[in-house]
């Protein structure tokens, strides 16, 4: 995406007005926020990399961070990608990126139907909130309203679960009971792959948005699919139904479009 000269110069103005000192510009670009930048989801993967900025010493620093940022989360879609489409973690996999339209299969789940809900027809069943054992006095949240917020120590569950680093996130713990109580499959994601995704963004918050974006990417791309195989199957059983009653002419009409 192009950027006019005007536009250019916001971002680059922003840029400035939030690295405040010196010594801020002139820090490790791993300590750069993604917010800062504008980078952050869904669109990690293509506008941050047209960020530019014309003065100053912090440009090599912003440009790496960039470059880290935008191979943390094309890393993240590699790892991923074969579990995206097996079978036996399709209920995971689901739960872990939430997108918005699921299969028939994983919708008639009983993890899905008890965390997520079902609202189909007649048949209505409402998500259960999720109480934190750790913390008993924290109002209880459905899956939906917590996965979102914390995607990088929802992964660091599947590689690890016993993480020291999943104490200070909720949706990871929950997310690990989750996993025990539905005895569901997990993806045999490795701690030492997962490191070398997020190995040059040393900050949990900067891994946290990576990974962030990434799912919101993927919830979309999932979705969307789902809607893609739902409208398929509908404009089939439209056709089917139009041959049923006038079976003469679509034989006719298939002919021609043969011929043609």
């Not at 010196?22 to 506008?47: D, F, I, M, N, Q």
């Not at 209880?140 to 996130?169: C, G, K």
Request: glycine share 2%.
């Amino acid at each position: 995406m192009s950027q006019t000269p005007a536009l250019k110069a916001v971002v680059a103005s922003t840029i400035l007005n939030n690295i405040q000192s010196e010594k801020a510009r002139l820090r490790s670009a791993r300590s750069v926020s993604p917010a800062s930048l504008h980078c952050g989801r869904p669109y990690s993967l293509t506008y941050s990399a047209a960020i530019h900025c014309d003065t100053g010493k912090e440009l090599p620093s912003i440009t790496r961070f960039v470059d880290s940022y935008n191979r943390a989360c094309n890393g993240l879609l590699q790892l991923l990608k074969p579990y995206i489409d097996d079978e036996q973690y399709a209920i995971t996999i689901a739960l872990l990126i939430m997108p918005s339209k699921v299969s028939q299969a994983v919708a008639a789940s009983k993890p899905w139907a008890e965390l997520v809900g079902i609202s189909e027809g007649n048949t209505k069943q409402t998500a259960r909130a999720l109480a934190d054992p750790a913390k008993p006095h924290v109002t209880p949240r459905t899956w939906s309203q917590l996965n979102a917020s914390d995607a990088y120590h929802l992964l660091l569950v599947l590689t690890d679960p016993a993480a020291a680093d999943l104490a200070t996130s909720r949706p990871a713990r929950l997310w690990r009971e989750i996993l025990a109580d539905f005895k569901l499959p997990i993806p045999p994601l490795s701690a030492k792959k997962l490191e070398e995704v997020f190995g040059e963004l040393l900050y949990t918050a900067n891994r946290t948005e990576a990974a962030n974006a990434v799912f919101a990417c993927l919830r979309s791309l999932l979705s969307n699919r789902e809607n893609a195989k739902a409208h398929n199957l509908e404009r089939q059983a439209a056709r089917q139904d139009a041959i049923n009653r006038d079976p003469a002419f679509f034989k006719a009409f298939d002919s021609y479009c043969q011929d043609f």
